[in-house]
């Protein structure tokens, strides 16, 4: 499989884009679809229902299979315990990590600094630490009830993005409606995950605010993460296929 590069370094190619969810119940499962998919696409995303279930078997087995990996952990807790936590990680050679940006500056170094410096000693090259700002299940009125919180989403989104850059994050997931204000704020070379991928031949599911995958990539998208078009499809080969070729603006 091909070498992950980061955005804004260098033009990523069309399948480069394309991350693919292994939101599938077993190890099997996720194994098998690796091995149909691993010459359309740039990588795997782990998400915690299959990490729980698996556990790190899994990363073992995937690193065997030299399959590029986004750890999905989206970790959250002290600089201590998430340093720890990301220098496993980073261990590992595992691609793409992410972090909750609200655990703060201090916490978000933390994990940078921890899963570069284990990734140097493994030999490995360092991954991609991602920030996550306002989950995008959280509505202002969850805002407003839950946290007393009264700014704009956008608003909440664009300063976390900023806090996680300035904290060494390497970039942020995004939903494609966030991808031009983060832009602005951070810059070209931070680098955007974009969930609530559809084409146009696939169906909505339960996502709410869908692009195509050119629409992301025009936005100004970096890799997208695509789950259900391609592993409920007839033919998942040929799905992935479609839309790498989708993202090859
Ligand atoms: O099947 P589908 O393409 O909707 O899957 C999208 C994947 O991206 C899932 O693993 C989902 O948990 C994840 N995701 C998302 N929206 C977010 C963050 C992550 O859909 N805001």
């Known amino acids: 499989m091909q070498e992950v590069k980061a955005a804004g370094m260098t033009e990523l190619k069309g399948k480069e884009r394309l991350i693919v969810a292994l939101d599938v119940p077993t190890m099997f499962d996720a194994l098998q679809l690796v091995d149909e998919l691993r010459e359309e696409v740039g990588m795997f995303k782990v998400g915690l229902e299959l990490f729980t279930h698996?556990?790190?078997?899994?990363?073992?087995?995937?690193?065997k299979l030299e399959a590029p990996v986004f750890f999905d952990g989206k970790f959250h807790d002290i600089p201590n315990t998430v340093a720890s936590a990301s220098r496993e990680i980073g261990r590992r050679g595992v691609a793409m990590f992410n972090v909750h940006a609200q655990g703060g500056s201090e916490m978000i170094a933390a994990a940078q600094k921890a899963a570069a410096d284990a990734a140097e000693a493994?030999?490995?090259?360092?991954?991609?630490?991602?920030?996550?700002?306002i989950l995008t299940s959280i509505s202002q009125e969850i805002l407003a009830k839950d946290f007393g919180e009264t700014r704009q989403v956008e608003a909440l989104v664009t300063h976390y993005a900023s806090l996680a850059k300035q904290s060494g994050a390497d970039g942020v997931v995004a939903s494609a409606k966030e991808v031009e204000a983060i832009r602005k704020h951070c810059g070209k070379d931070f680098v955007i995950v974009t969930p609530g991928i559809r084409?146009?031949?696939?169906?909505?599911?339960?996502?709410?605010?869908?692009?195509?995958p050119r629409k992301a990539v025009e936005m100004g998208t970096d890799y997208v993460v695509v789950g259900r078009p391609i592993t409920r499809a007839n033919d998942r080969k040929d799905a992935a296929k479609r839309?790498?070729?989708e993202l090859s603006l």
């Open 54 to 63: 698996c556990g790190t078997k899994l990363l073992d087995e995937l690193e």
């Open 122 to 133: 493994a030999k490995v090259k360092r991954p991609i630490l991602l920030a996550v700002t």
């Open 199 to 212: 084409p146009e031949w696939a169906s909505q599911d339960d996502q709410k605010r869908i692009v195509t």
């Open 243 to 245: 839309i790498a070729e």
